[in-house]
């Protein structure tokens, strides 16, 4: 229940308040490629992915980002490696990697049958059990993936909107797509914690489908989609404490509320100036 | 050139017409002792199978040649092939006397059929001709005040100065013909490849094109178009290259455009006149 109007006060939610702005707004960012080149179902897959990693450095009693983060890269590079064979689609190779890395998961809980509480946590995330340790990481895994984004960004446009051509000026499309889906695995390990397996997918997809709706240009696409992602990860979090709901639940479904007000705003607005 | 080919003329020697504006010899054709681009005996295509066989071309500095054919005649395989996006399974691609791989063109420039672009993709008129300069792997690379003024004067050269800002989408279809020329030419290239130019557009915006292409083939600059319209080639393109899977013929249109030629490049009759100095071709309707 409600324990007291000014939720900072505490501890807890402050570092949960600036860890949902944090994965809000680097959801935000990178998923507006994820997005454009219509892998939304990647960040789904590899976030089920990332669970068997989770599950395996709990039953080794390793940290978290170590076991998880190689995992994930690993996930993340046999996904691309299938892909880019071209005998089965990117979805297919998702499908193949992640859903196997998840059934790992679930055979070595089944085996241990322990650690229920943390796996729970790794399905439907933990945000007010953030230390100040882990905001520090998610900050330093933020600022790589920006900085990782920011320095490839000409090539990832390029290659996302004219592969061909792009590949025809001398990008290495290959290598622009391995960076990023290595960025993409790195981002979806820093936002499990946050937002758990099943709903990270949510955070990567909505603001910049909400941003795609309010812009026509690339460039105030990749600011605006994560200031959308960082407000409704602090949006949510005070909902959450209000409602008494759980945070990545709320978060997500701000986001999707948010959606619907765009949506219903754009298609009557449409209506009317017809 | 392959040995059946229907011998028109011969571009390099200058027997016969080449140059882009009528006149006897390409620019400097007998200057150049290595072909721009140089096409030998390529076989070349997809993994069903080869699409293009024992293909050989040579194109020189200045050139501007439309290539026509078919549908899956190999026209867009071929523009790949030179592109280096497809490598070929025999024969050589040499650019500038040096082989051909993805990313090794250097000053090329390419323009896609506008259908195969995403009109949805969220990007402006400037975002669009910029890319031109995200060439090799410049990670680093900054956009110079230097860089915006050349894409300001592109885009007034290719009459979209005050649409930068507008999405792709909102412009007409010669003006995206034009946003994606910008792109091709902001690299500075000596040869530009592009993948029928003028599908879909109207008589004016077509007219527009030729003109603009024209102007930079003036200033040197070598072009190859694919192309569907063999009258609009014939009324504006000085050299002809007919493909279907191989190089049935190449040469000036008025050589090139008769009936042998034309029924071997589409396997269908069609009816060759002058009207006017101005080479005609329609289909020839069954009832006939």
């Known amino acids: ?274 | 050139m392959s040995p059946d080919h229907h011998h028109v003329t011969d571009p390099h020697t200058g027997r016969g017409s080449l140059h882009p504006h009528g006149s006897m010899e390409p620019h400097g054709a007998q200057l150049q002792e290595v072909p721009l681009l140089e096409i030998d005996h390529v076989t070349s295509g997809y993994e069903t199978g080869p699409v293009i066989q024992d293909v050989s071309i040579k194109i020189w500095r200045g050139q501007f040649v439309a290539v026509v054919g078919p549908n899956g005649g190999g026209k867009t395989t071929l523009l790949r092939t030179i592109l280096g996006t497809i490598r070929p399974t025999g024969g050589k691609v040499a650019l500038r006397g040096q082989p051909v791989t993805a990313g090794s063109l250097g000053r090329i420039g390419f323009v896609p059929q506008l259908e195969t672009i995403d009109w949805n993709f969220p990007i402006t008129v400037e975002e669009v001709i910029l890319m031109g300069l995200y060439r090799k792997n410049h990670w680093l690379k900054r956009i110079t005040k230097e860089d915006r003024v050349r894409l300001h004067e592109m885009m007034e050269r290719l009459n979209l100065a005050g649409l930068g800002k507008r999405h792709i989408r909102e412009l007409s279809g010669g003006q995206q013909q034009a946003a994606f020329l910008g792109r091709a030419l902001l690299g500075e290239p000596d040869l530009i490849l592009l993948d029928e130019p003028t599908a879909g557009l109207d008589i004016r915006s077509r007219d527009n094109v030729v003109h603009f292409l024209h102007e930079i083939n003036h200033q040197g600059v070598a072009i190859i178009l694919t192309a569907h319209d063999l009258n609009w080639v014939a009324a504006h393109l000085p050299w002809v290259i007919c493909l279907n899977r191989r190089v049935i013929a190449e040469g000036r249109p008025p050589q090139v455009f008769n009936s042998e030629v034309l029924r071997e490049t589409y396997r269908g009759e069609m009816v060759v006149f002058q009207h006017e100095g101005m080479i005609m071709v329609g289909e020839r309707p069954h009832s006939l």
């Open chain 1, 1 to 274: 229940m409600i324990s007291s109007f000014n939720p900072l006060q505490y501890e807890f939610f402050r570092h949960g308040l600036l860890a949902a702005i944090l994965v809000g707004a680097l959801c935000g960012f990178v998923g507006v490629y994820v997005v454009l080149r219509r892998m939304s179902y990647i960040g789904h897959g590899l976030a089920h992915a990332i669970f068997g990693g989770a599950v395996l450095s709990l039953a080794i009693n390793i940290n978290f980002f170590i076991g998880a983060g190689i995992w994930a890269l690993m996930a993340a590079a046999l996904v691309h490696l299938i892909a880019h064979r071209r005998l089965v689609g990117a979805d297919a190779a998702i499908g193949v990697v992640t859903t196997s890395s998840f059934a790992i998961g679930v055979a070595i809980v089944s085996t241990y049958r322990r650690f229920t509480r943390n796996i729970e946590a790794a399905l439907f995330g933990n945000i007010l059990g953030i230390t100040q340790s882990d905001l520090w990481i998610i900050a330093a895994i933020a600022l790589l993936v920006f900085l990782g984004i920011i320095i490839i960004r000409r090539q990832l446009l390029f290659s996302t909107f004219d592969p061909e051509v792009a590949s025809a000026y001398g990008i290495s499309t290959g290598w622009t797509d391995f960076v990023f889906i290595l960025l993409l695995a790195i981002t979806v390990l820093a936002s499990t914690q946050i937002l758990g397996v099943t709903l990270v997918a949510a955070a990567i997809v909505i603001p910049p489908v909400i941003a795609r709706y309010l812009t026509r240009s690339f460039h105030t696409l990749l600011i605006v989609s994560p200031i959308i992602g960082a407000l409704c990860g602090a949006v949510g979090m005070f909902l959450s404490y209000y409602l008494d709901i759980s945070s990545a639940a709320t978060i997500v479904l701000t986001a999707a509320a948010l959606f619907l007000v765009v949506e219903v705003g754009l298609t009557l607005r449409k209506a009317f100036t017809a």
